[in-house]
């Protein structure tokens, strides 16, 4: 594998444009790569590219097309670490959760491999003993893929996989920030063989006029989108005007329920996990702790013990756990949520309020948290943990459907019964019960309300790039 790709990828060649734009490594603004700012024209181009590439695709048996995503799976692995340095320079996350994401992402590629020769039909017994009913799973058709910067390679994989799988054709838009992991994996599938067309990427700092130009497209079938909520809504009303299938992963607002039988050092461990991975910035991270009164306190201390452990610094630094935030914007973002609850009467029982000024934040507690907080009510996206008590079980369950959101819920409590009675109760797509992440391939990922529209992962995954075509037979 060569030095870093930064040119688009349209029809199986790298496209230079007139005009780039630097790509930055979030903890100290060193330029990583000068990449290509594609433009309506290119976008054309990589549409038409994946328009003429479907139907070849789409006819070529399963099984190969599932033996592709394989070899691009095992490809990635071969390459982890190249791949996880790259997303650490370009996201700015821990080494080790660099390396994490690159398997996770490889792992989409290797499940959608397998499914590919599983998109099975049905027959149905026909009223009419003259006729055969038959339904089969056809590709939807070339496929539009707009990522965020949070996970850079698994957002990726996780719709290339399922669209690649289906028999659909891709034209992929990274975000702005980490184009670079993208056209990294599109270099790893020309070194494969995914054929020209198959897989376009074309990186843009215009998201709005070319990734709108991309999502217009006529061509186009299937969009994909993970992003907030508010580009999600703008692009489902755009794509009803030409009824284009469209996934939506959207923003979550994820409560973490500890209940007053729960083991408290699981649920500890499982707060580290559900809420300072990527910083912060994911959508699963748990942003409204709910914590039953009999054990707040007891949880709250140890808590603190667990977070003070954190080691905060640049991602490439080995002991580094709290790497930067993604950009000023974001840092300024998390300041103010931080300053508006404490002005409102939270207690900072962990950290420093940040001020702002840097994209490196070290985590902090807020005790006492209301749901007039704005830290309570949106998707913090930064490494501020929230605590509000809740005086029993109902009304915890209360406090964690209070929301638009609905992507995941965790859960901490040893009853069995109450696991049970708790998760049905609990408004999300997902719900872990003493585990901190549930996010695998094998597992249908996706929300409710605003989370989002569709599943990614699992065998449900493929069913968004498939349509079923029902085929009447007369045969006497
Ligand atoms: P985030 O807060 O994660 O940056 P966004 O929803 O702004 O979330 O961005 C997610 C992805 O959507 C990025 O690739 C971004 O460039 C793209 N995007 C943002 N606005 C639009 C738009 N109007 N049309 C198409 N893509 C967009």
């Known amino acids: 594998m060569s030095e870093i790709k930064r040119d688009a990828f349209v029809d199986g060649r790298w496209v230079a444009g007139d005009k780039r734009f630097a790509v930055t490594d979030p903890f100290d603004d060193g330029v990583v790569a000068e990449v290509t700012d594609g433009d309506e024209a290119m976008m054309d181009t990589a549409v038409a590219s994946a328009a003429k590439a479907f139907p070849i695709w789409a006819r070529r048996p399963a099984p190969e097309r599932g033996k592709l995503l394989g070899q691009l799976g095992a490809r990635m692995l071969a390459d982890e670490r190249r791949l996880a340095e790259l997303c650490t320079r370009e996201n700015g996350k821990p080494l080790k959760e660099s390396l994490a994401e690159v398997r996770y992402a490889a792992s989409f590629l290797t499940w959608f491999g397998g499914e590919a020769g599983r998109v099975y039909g049905e027959t149905i017994p026909a009223s009419n003993p003259g006729q055969r009913l038959l339904v089969t799973r056809e590709p939807i058709g070339p496929a539009a893929v707009i990522t965020p910067w949070n996970f850079p390679y698994a957002m990726l994989t ?8 289906a028999g659909c054709t891709v034209v992929a838009k990274p975000a702005e920030a980490t184009p670079l992991g993208t056209l990294a994996v599109a270099e790893l599938a020309q070194e494969v063989g995914v054929p020209a067309g198959v897989f376009n990427v074309v990186p843009t700092t215009r998201a709005r006029e070319v990734g709108g130009h991309l999502l217009a497209a006529k061509a186009i079938r299937k969009i ?7 580009v999600g809504m703008l692009i489902a009303r755009n794509a ?3 009824l284009k299938r469209v996934s939506l992963e959207l923003g979550g607002n994820a409560p973490f329920v500890v209940l007053s039988d729960a083991d408290l050092d699981a649920a500890v461990a499982g707060s580290l996990v559900a809420k300072f991975r990527n910083s912060g910035q994911t959508c699963v991270a748990a942003n409204r702790f709910i914590l039953e009164a009999p054990i707040a306190e007891a949880f709250t201390a140890k808590l603190r013990a667990a977070v003070a452990e954190l080691v905060t610094g640049r991602g490439s630094d080995p002991g580094t756990d709290v790497g930067p935030v993604i950009d000023d914007a974001a840092a300024k973002k998390i300041a103010g949520l931080v300053a508006d609850a404490v002005k409102r009467g939270a207690r900072v029982v962990h950290g420093t309020p940040p001020d702002g000024t840097s994209r490196l934040i070290a985590p902090i507690i807020l005790d006492g948290v209301t749901p007039e907080m704005a830290v309570w009510t949106t998707e913090i996206f930064g490494p501020v943990i929230a605590l509000r008590t809740a005086s029993d079980e109902a009304s915890a369950i209360a406090q964690a459907n209070d929301t638009d959101f609905g992507l995941v819920a965790y859960l901490y409590t040893r009853d069995g019964a109450r696991q049970l009675r708790v998760a049905e109760a609990l408004e999300a797509g997902m719900v872990g019960i003493n585990e901190g992440l549930v996010s695998t391939a094998q597992a249908p ?17 493929i069913d968004d790039y498939t349509n079923l075509k029902y085929i009447a037979l007369r045969i006497g």
Do not use: N, P, V
């Open 158 to 165: 996780r719709k290339l996989g399922a669209a690649l799988a």
């Open 224 to 230: 994909s989108f993970t992003g907030s909520t508010e």
């Open 240 to 242: 009803a005007a030409d």
């Open 445 to 461: 990922f996706g929300g409710i309300k605003h989370s989002g529209l569709g599943r990614e992962g699992s065998r449900h995954g």
